[in-house]
Nanobody
Framework: QLQLVESGGGLVQPGGSLRLSCVAS????????VGWSRQAPGKEHEAVSC????????YHLDSVKGRFTISRDIAKNAVYLQMNNLKLEDTAIYYC???????????????WGQGIQVTVSS
C-alpha cells in the first residue's frame, strides 16, 4: 500500500532555500493531488501547498506565495516543494499527503510519512 518518504529538510539561514522531496511507493501519483503541510511547536497544523493531479494547478498558503513552488516528477513518482527566501516562521515539521483523487479538495489517503524538519535560524 501507499508509503511516503519526505526528505530534503535541514537547517538554513533566513533568506536561504531548501527543496523538499516526497517520494511515494505502492501508488502512482499521477492524476492524484498531493499537498504539503506543516506544524510548528505549539501551533496548529496548517496546509502550505498543494498541486492538482490532472492540470497541476498549484495552491499556496498566502504567507508562502511567491516564495514556494510545488511541482511533480511523474517518472520518479515524486512531488517537490521548492522553498526560497525562507523566513523564521517557516520553521516546522513538514509533511506530504496524497489525495484520493485529482483535486486538492479530495480527502487525504494512506498513512502519514515521517515528516521532515525545516529549521530557519540565523
Amino acid at each position: 500500500q501507499l508509503q511516503l518518504v519526505e526528505s530534503g529538510g535541514g537547517l538554513v539561514q533566513p533568506g536561504g532555500s531548501l527543496r523538499l522531496s516526497c517520494v511515494a511507493s505502492g501508488l502512482t501519483l499521477d492524476y492524484r493531488a498531493v499537498g504539503w503541510s506543516r506544524q510548528a511547536p505549539g501551533k496548529e497544523h496548517e496546509a502550505v501547498s498543494c498541486i492538482n493531479g490532472g492540470n497541476n494547478t498549484p495552491y499556496h498558503l498566502d504567507s508562502v506565495k511567491g516564495r514556494f513552488t510545488i511541482s511533480r516528477d511523474i517518472a520518479k513518482n515524486a512531488v517537490y516543494l521548492q522553498m526560497n527566501n525562507l523566513k523564521l516562521e517557516d520553521t516546522a515539521i513538514y509533511y506530504c499527503r496524497v489525495r484520493s483523487g485529482s483535486s486538492c479538495r479530495d480527502p487525504a489517503i494512506g498513512p502519514w510519512g515521517q515528516g521532515i524538519q525545516v529549521t530557519v535560524s540565523s
